[in-house]
């Protein structure tokens, strides 16, 4: 198990910028597939993107593919979500996930097997 600790929420404008951080402990960062998701109210849960263990393949929900970045760092144990162009509909908390398992259904929940508390990310004027 890892114990992921995300930071990096906050209030911005339309057309901002911000990035989300994502630290881990526990097992072995390399070894864990990372992503990223997010929840507005009153709806469910969906994807982000998704980075693999070794940071050479990364893949976007289309509503952020462009606009958002992942990358990880497996020397600090982090993975990052460098957001652009930020639109009032991004507002929602954002969960970062490990899995370790297959990364092939990396868009689904299941697939990830360790949960951040999440971080409020609100884009408005």
């Known amino acids: 198990q890892v114990q992921l600790v995300e930071s990096g929420g906050g209030l911005v404008q339309p057309g901002g910028s911000l990035r989300l951080s994502c630290a881990a402990s526990?097992?072995?960062?390399?070894?864990?597939?990372m992503g990223w998701f997010r929840q507005a109210p009153g709806k469910e849960r969906e994807f982000v993107a998704h980075?693999?263990?070794?940071?050479?393949?990364?893949y976007y929900a289309a509503s952020v593919k462009g606009r958002f970045t992942i990358s990880r760092d497996n020397a600090k144990n982090t993975v990052y979500l460098q957001m652009s162009s930020l639109k009032p509909e991004d507002t929602a908390v954002y969960y970062c996930?490990?899995?370790?398992?297959?990364?092939?259904?990396?868009?689904?929940?299941?697939?990830?097997?360790?949960w951040g508390q999440g971080t409020q990310v609100t884009v408005s004027s």
């Open positions: 996930a490990a899995g370790y398992g297959s990364a092939v259904y990396y868009a689904t929940e299941r697939s990830y097997d360790d």
């Open positions: 980075v693999s263990r070794s940071d050479s393949s990364t």
């Open positions: 526990g097992r072995t960062f390399s070894s864990a597939f």
